[in-house]
T-cell receptor, first 117, second 114 residues
Framework: NAGVMQNPRHLVRRRGQEARLRCSPM?????VYWYRQLPEEGLKFMVY????????ESGMPKERFSAEFPKEGPSILRIQQVVRGDSAAYFC???????????????FGPGTRLTVL | AQSVTQLDSQVPVFEEAPVELRCNYS??????LFWYVQYPNQGLQLLLK??????LVKGINGFEAEFNKSQTSFHLRKPSVHISDTAEYFC????????????FGTGTRLLVSP
């Protein structure tokens, strides 16, 4: 069973361009979380999605950032008009469907390191 | 809302010595607690977790942690470290529902030297 896959692993963009980060969850997982790790900091939650639904986007910046998890295909984190402050490692994690009252482990991908020039 | 404090940004230690990485948390609700390890340019790997029950939790690679509710702490320990344990260690907390977003500390860099 392949792990969580993210691509690209490294992405370089110039200011004002768009960045698209992709996350393929583990087989059978229907929940995806995105986290951002700024240099020398811990990971910060951005958004939690199930297939075709955004469940919690309380950590997403209000502008330029969006996420989706379509019925078919990977989850996409999209950053429009990137700025230098967007340079970070972006990690996604997936978990299986489970009951509200039980623990569902998150499995992390290797991350996409975005550099904005 | 939860928060996590890792007071030590870096811990240098000699090989085969014991180590403790400190983690304190705050929360108004019951929590799950986690330690993750991150090797350079890689993703996070779960070392161990506390969900309920015994307060002493054993994880992979010889690590263990103890949940102390009165002190709101979840310190990570290993009796004898190896060079290969050099990595960044993150403590994290979530509420104890099924769909948890993780709140991470700022990390502790463990540097093991010969």
């Amino acid at each position: 069973n392949a792990g969580v896959m993210q691509n690209p692993r490294h992405l370089v963009r110039r200011r004002g361009q768009e960045a698209r980060l992709r996350c393929s969850p583990m087989k059978g997982h229907s929940h995806v979380y995105w986290y951002r790790q700024l240099p020398e900091e811990g990971l910060k939650f951005m958004v939690y999605l199930q297939k075709e639904n955004i469940i919690d986007e309380s950590g997403m910046p209000k502008e330029r950032f969006s996420a989706e998890f379509p019925k078919e295909g990977p989850s996409i984190l999209r950053i429009q008009q990137v700025v230098r402050g967007d340079s970070a490692a972006y990690f996604c994690a997936s978990s299986p469907f489970g009951q509200q009252s039980s623990y569902n482990e998150q499995f992390f991908g290797p991350g996409t390191r975005l550099t904005v020039l | 809302a939860q928060s996590v404090t890792q007071l030590d940004s870096q811990v240098p230690v000699f090989e085969e010595a014991p180590v403790e990485l400190r983690c304190n948390y705050s929360s108004s609700v019951s929590v799950y607690l986690f330690w993750y390890v991150q090797y350079p340019n890689q993703g996070l790997q779960l070392l161990l977790k506390y969900l309920s029950g015994s307060t002493l939790v054993k994880g992979i690679n010889g690590f263990e942690a103890e949940f102390n509710k009165s002190q709101t702490s979840f310190h990570l320990r290993k009796p004898s470290v190896h060079i290969s344990d050099t990595a960044e260690y993150f403590c994290a907390v979530s509420d104890n529902t099924g769909f948890q977003k993780l709140v991470f500390g700022t990390g502790t860099r463990l540097l093991v030297s010969p």
